[in-house]
């Protein structure tokens, strides 16, 4: 079974256990701090992986990359 869980801030977890989604328009992707959304990846993606996978999506497209097989992806939404 499947469980989705929203929260406040972020806690931190393990992708290797928990799946991660991180969702978001490119260019606000792109601000983020990765320091405030490493400790969602439990020390598993770095930081080089993070904006390596940044700079594999499409920003004129919907697009999504994995970024811990099956278990951490970064969708892209375009702005309309």
């Avoid at 992707?29 to 390596?52: H, S």
Wanted: overall charge positive.
């Amino acid at each position: 079974m499947t469980t989705v869980k929203f929260s406040s801030g972020i806690q931190p977890s393990n992708p290797a256990n928990t799946p991660v989604l991180v969702i978001g328009q490119l260019k606000n992707l792109r601000a983020v701090d990765f320091n405030l959304v490493k400790p969602k990846f439990g020390g598993k993606i770095t930081k080089d992986i993070w904006e390596e996978g940044l700079s594999k999506l499409d920003p004129t497209n919907l697009d999504s990359i994995p970024l811990y097989p099956t278990s951490s992806t970064s969708p892209l939404f375009q702005l309309r």
